[in-house]
């Protein structure tokens, strides 16, 4: 197995296969150089959307091993392999790892020093702590969703990124590796109780703020951050893409005006919401008056806060992010490089996403469970894959 020098280098982790910010959760910490043992079902499990593996790139920079964890030799070994681990990263319903003798209390009997992670939506405990549900339903409940959208429309869905992937899989992470700092002082473990709920809250905290402070009063869509704003907001050039005008400061605004021709005051007086509709709809006859690429190289040597939207291949392209590297390509999927970036111990993506039950088998022995074991659970049937299978390298 190849060599890995990122800042989490000789962190072992034991993640328990799910879908969505559990997968994202340890690509991050596969991409800070943690070594990164998937567990998934022996069967092809009815989660997430279907798709060749290689396409699956919460999975990258991970070895797999398939377990049937219906058997008790394969719970035994999944045991001894969460013994051997720094990080345990689970997101299934609370009570399912109990009921599989997988949970916190004998894990971290067996191995003090262990992290145990644990991702749900609604958290350990609580009323909706076991119902089912998904990043919409999570942020509705946080108070996130309702403040999305236009005025006069519905809440608009912002992908599942604000509960799933912010308030889920980056809040599990940050907690992740607070507990491994704390860890080296008292060479004590502890659990991650990680709720998507409250992830996606904690993500309004500014906003709690300026609630109270009568600032973020208006209904939806007539706030300052919102698209309520005339300078906040997208607009529709003459070629039918879009740029983000984003110039909240008076001084950013001025400097729009005076390149887009307009008078040196034309944009001074928003701030009071009023005038918001009459200069909302100036501006879309503006913008609508060229291309973005116009639009684009008129203000790219200024402080206009205009920029292109981009789609996801026009984003893997553009000459900044192509200038940083800011994506790259791996098995010949584009795809966001790791971040953030470190200046002495940088993240890497270790290998493409492995096909199910690549490169665990090599792990577990190197986590020192026995090869003449393996073998014998291979042929119970317990675990499934090759003894000297390997997870494909970065070419």
Known sequence: MALTQGPLAGIRVLEFAGIGPGPLCGMLLADMGAEVLLVERKEAADIGLPRPRRFELPHR??????????????VALAADLAGAADVLVEGFRPGTMERLGLGPEPCLARQPALVYGRMTGYGQHGPMSRAAGHDLNYIALAGALHAMGRAGQAPTPPLNLV???????????????CALVERGRSGRGQVIDASMVEGAALLMTSFF???????HAAPRGCNLLDSGAPFYDVYRCADGAWVAFAAIERKFRAVFAERAGLA??????????????A???????????????D?????????????????????????HNRARASFVRVD????PAPAPRLSRTPGAIQRPPPETGAGGLAVARAWGIGGDRLDGLLQAGAI??????????MP
């Open 384 to 393: 499934a894959g090759a003894l000297d299978s390997q997870s494909q390298e």
């Open 163 to 177: 509960g799933d992937y912010a308030g889920g899989a980056l809040n599990l992470a940050f907690g992740i590796a």
């Open 279 to 293: 200069a909302k709809a100036m501006l879309g006859a503006l913008f609508a008056g060229r291309t973005q690429a």
């Open 61 to 74: 920079g991970k070895h797999s091993i398939a377990i049937d964890l219906k058997a008790p030799e394969g």
């Open 295 to 319: 639009w684009c190289a008129l203000f790219e040597d200024c402080d206009a806060c205009v920029t292109p939207v981009l789609s996801h291949e026009q984003a893997a392209a553009h000459p």
């Open 209 to 215: 703020g300026l609630y109270a402070a009568g600032m």
């Open 264 to 277: 040196p005051d034309a944009l001074a007086g928003l701030d009071d919401p009023a005038t918001w509709p």
């Open 332 to 335: 010949g999927v584009a795809q």
